[in-house]
């Protein structure tokens, strides 16, 4: 019986006696504690100037491991930026900002709204901050053909049919204070209306990386598609790129090229809209022949830049409105 006994006492020694190295599973104060804060939410740079390459981060501490997110919303603008993450610490290395957006409109110099909510908690804490200098988005190699802050250029030629609008809006751009507001019906034809943006009276001067796989096309378009008498997408937008390959300052449409970007306005609010030059599909002649130019894609021979507003003209309303329209090179503008 006593042997038995010290076996049985062995048994409870050794199990009692082995350590694990950690534990296993998630953290039972992580899954069932109470939230609180240990540390108060702060902001390092309440007030910055992000075309000084200032930077904004936020600092705070939890008494568990929680999904969190600050939320920074412009108060004129109504950008938006999303910080999130899953920690029982905020700090620079997950709230770092440098002024850029996860949803358009671009900040402008503003008063901010933050707030910081959990998920699977009710608590929330707002605070505020200030811009002072917005964010220059590129890497320097930037080429801006139009933001519209200084209106139309007169040298911009178009065309709107008598029943469309082109105008010049002031409030809720996509960047800056100005936009171009480009709508209408036309039940008589497909054209809505088109801008023609010559090279030579673009807002900055120079020629384009000569790379096709280098440079991109960018476009701030607002859609409203709920417009639609169908609710669905009704605006088709195009862009044409012409080039001038022999440098005469003029395009020969029988034997020089026209590259085109087609794609349908099948969203609400503003959107960048980049492309690739050596995406662009290249023109062919509508008479049934092939391509009038040498075929190669030469963007630092380009002329001239369209734009066209298109609709079905049994389908209605169509609209498309045009902010900030700039060449970037490497990548996007939005991911400089």
Sequence with gaps: ??????????????????????????????????????????????????????????????????????????????????????????????????????????????????????????????????????????NGNELLVSDFENGFNPNFTNFFQTTCLKKIETGGAGQGGKYLRQEGTCDWDWLIGYVDYPSANWYQQGVLNADPENIYFNIMIHGDSTLSPTNEANSLFKIEFYEDENQDQYYDPNSEDRLDYEFDINWNGWRMVSVRYSDLIMATDPSGGGVNGNSIREPNKIIKIRTLLLANPESGFAKADVDYIIWSEESPILEQ
């Design 1 to 138: 019986m006593k042997k038995k006994y010290n076996l049985i006492l062995l048994c409870f020694l050794i199990l009692f006696s082995c350590k694990k190295d950690g534990l296993e599973g998630p953290n039972l104060n992580d899954l069932y504690g109470e939230l609180n804060f240990e540390n108060a939410l702060a902001i390092v740079g309440d007030s910055a100037s992000f075309s000084q390459n200032e930077d904004v981060y936020f600092t705070a501490k939890f008494s568990k491991i929680v999904d969190w997110k600050i939320t920074i919303t412009g108060l004129n603008s109504m950008s938006e930026k999303v910080i999130t993450g899953k920690s029982s610490l905020i700090d620079k290395n997950n709230s770092l900002w440098r002024g850029e957006v996860t949803s358009l409109p671009f900040f402008q110099e503003e008063d901010c709204s933050v707030l910081l909510t959990f998920r699977n908690h009710e608590d929330s804490v707002s605070t505020s901050l200030n811009i002072t200098g917005t964010k220059n988005y590129g």
